[in-house]
């Protein structure tokens, strides 16, 4: 049999309609599909795939495990590396990560490793096992976790196992942090997914305490010197969203993407009044930026019935931060890309809220300090692009509570919290960091790998400190 | 869950309530805010700490019900619960001994939120007198509690019926007109009356701290929902507010942006009164 230059589709709901609902888009594969994808697999003899993971899942493994349909086998090799695999199979960048590297992605499209992943992560839920908790020894030591979000989760999840015992603090009334309160349900469903992959981390005996607004309710000092906790860890995320500065942002009908994705995701503004949160959406809808984020905000505007919906982002579709299946969702369901195109001035009527946008032609020069070409604007091309919202979507800044409330403990510049990019040890003995306070907005999974190497971290920390 | 200890309406649509929660009491200060949440489907209600008494750990709050969620909030009975209460939030208020009398200025329900920096200011060994302004003398609120931890209250009301006939502006010329040597002026209440105290007292020369709060959702450093210019820059209530230097807020945009979802709480209003059921 001639192996297939391409990836076994995976199927979608159809694009006309989806664009109109809030459940997942795209909807797995079957045993018979995932077990011809894995037959794909060439089990290189230095296998390339694994170094592009954050965590070093053992894919050629797991793979195999799918070809002899061992799929019980294959969701335990991969939780042996990821806590959160059905997040993961559905969010990973996997163009850039496992899949970049893979052999067959050379001549034609790599192995669905993240679908295959997926596969046997959902199909392992489905079957609702029971967790085993842990039994933990009665003088285990204890860690604080703060946050709840991938990198706090796969840390706690860790831990555990290795027999510490572990509190998550939550600020919101819901654990998951970006799981729950950024990316959407049509990507990432809730109930289905995040609640089940947290309860069970919470099975294995992880305490999870919301509503505690690390820094304020406690500090990181008190937690170890009052509260009894051996060691802490930092992974309390992106935090506020950064703005371009432009006239025109306090308009209404401006939001961050946070503020937009929030209102919906978490407090569920798409049910309102159900729901007692309300959302508003025009009828034309401009995204500033053009990351995951974006996508998701643009996306999401046209399920909650924007009539066109615009990504307006300063360079050109190469450099769209997104990953791939995002960006040609987005176009299937019919967002408007205007790329190489920069907002300069959001325009607003005498009641205050938006009337359009001004942007500005740009095009690329040469590279800048990122390697990407530097976007530059065409003079005199500036034109009015009719919006009645806006949602700015270029990223966020640290948040500033902890780092404020904790003496002792190092920030960069920008006051993202300073942390060894190994071990994820802080300038404080015992506290450490990982995620996007640490390394300013990424992806869930580099969280994940971040919160893992801390486990590892402080269990060697903890070792030492009990001798 | 947080149980309602006690609840009380002070005037019509006015309500006190005192809500069990310790870990928040104990670390409450002056100045500082809490998110609620009354039920599953409800939203994130962002409210000034009234009182909190780390002993007993009790936290107080008042509320004028004004959409659907205050309505909810509202309904609570003593002895039942809500979902979620979250704080203290924010940036505590600057608590000192200062170089002269230190006014506080609550209009309608923004004396509660006054009380606390009051109380603070006296503690720290200041001079302290409040203003407090209502449209009448009936819905004038904790004027007991106000005596209690001020040197002197001036009143004034809309319509004259207690008081100082006007706004609370009168009582700040009043007092910088007696000579009173005042260090700074904590304004609490609508965005219209903070803006008038802070032109007032642009005038006079006199530092004005108003306490803001605009739409927020997760209140700790994350939406940006609540973000005003003060000055040159874009600062988020959550985090580097509530307080602000009165004279560089700018009130208007403020005033706009609160406009922002005015008809959606009309309309959730009305869908909740017609079913009579309440959310749940």
Sequence with gaps: MALSLKKHEMPVQDPKVRAHNFDEVALGYDEETAVAEAERCLHCKIPQCRKGCPVSVDIPEFIGKIKERDFDGAIEKIKEANALPAVCGRVCPQENQCEKYCVLAKKGESVGIGRLERFVADRYMA???????????????????????????????????????????????????????????????????????????????????????AGRLFTVDELMEEEGFDAVFIGTGAGLPRFQGIPGEGLNGVYSANEFLTRCNLMKAYKFPEYATPIKVGKNVA?????????????????????????????????????????????????????????????????????????????????????????????????????????????????PIIAHTTPGLATTKRGNIEADEESCATSKPGVFAGGDIVTGAATVILAMGAGRKAAAAIDEYLKSKKK | MFKILRKEELSPNVFSMDIDAPRVAKKAQAGQ?????????????????????????????????????????????????????????????????????????????????????????????????AIMGAKNKDILIMEDEMKEVTDEILITTDDGSRGIKGFVTYAVQELAERGEKIAQITAIGPVIMMKSVADCTRELGIHTVVSLNPIMVD????????????GDETKFACVDGPEFDGHLVDFKALMSRQRMYRDLEAEEKDHICNIGLGRK
Aim: contains cysteine; proline residues 5%; charged residues 25%.
């Design chain 1, 127 to 213: 079957k609702n096992e029971e967790v085993k908790p842990i039994e933990f020894a009665e003088d285990a030591q204890k860690v604080a976790v703060l946050g709840s979000g991938p990198s706090g989760l796969s840390c706690a999840g860790d831990l555990a196992k290795m027999g510490y015992k572990v509190t998550v603090f939550e600020a919101l009334h819901k654990a998951g942090g970006v799981l729950s309160y950024g990316i959407p349900e049509f990507r990432l469903p809730k109930d289905k997914v995040v609640k089940k992959e947290i309860e069970n981390i919470e099975k294995l005996g992880v305490k999870f305490e919301l509503d505690a607004v």
């Design chain 2, 219 to 230: 209140g700790t450093g994350m939406c940006g929902g609540c973000r005003v210019q003060v």
């Design chain 1, 287 to 399: 995204v500033i930026g053009g990351g995951n984020v974006a996508m998701d905000a643009a996306r999401t505007a046209l399920r909650l019935g924007a009539e066109h919906v615009y990504i307006v982002y300063r360079r050109s579709e190469a450099e769209l931060p997104a990953r791939k299946e995002e960006v040609e969702h987005a176009k299937e369901e019919g967002i408007d890309f205007k790329l190489l195109n920069n907002p300069v001035e959001i325009l607003g009527n005498e009641e205050g809220w938006v009337s359009g946008m001004k942007c500005i032609r740009m095009e690329l020069g040469e590279p800048d300090e990122s390697g990407r070409r530097r976007p530059v604007p065409v003079e005199g091309s500036e034109f009015e692009l009719a919006v009645d919202t806006v949602i700015v979507s270029i990223g966020t800044g640290p948040n």
């Design chain 2, 33 to 129: 805010f809490i998110v609620l949440r009354v039920d599953e489907k409800g939203e994130r209600i962002p409210l000034t700490i009234a009182n909190f008494n780390r002993e007993t750990g009790v936290v107080n709050i008042v509320f004028q019900v004004i959409g659907a969620s205050t309505m909810a909030l509202a309904a609570v009975e003593p002895g039942e619960s809500i979902i979620d209460f979250v704080g203290p939030l924010g940036q505590p208020s600057e608590i000192k001994k200062f170089d002269g009398t230190v006014v506080v200025v609550g209009g309608g329900i923004g004396v509660a939120p006054t009380f606390p920096i009051a109380r603070a200011m006296k503690e720290a060994g200041n001079k302290v007198i």
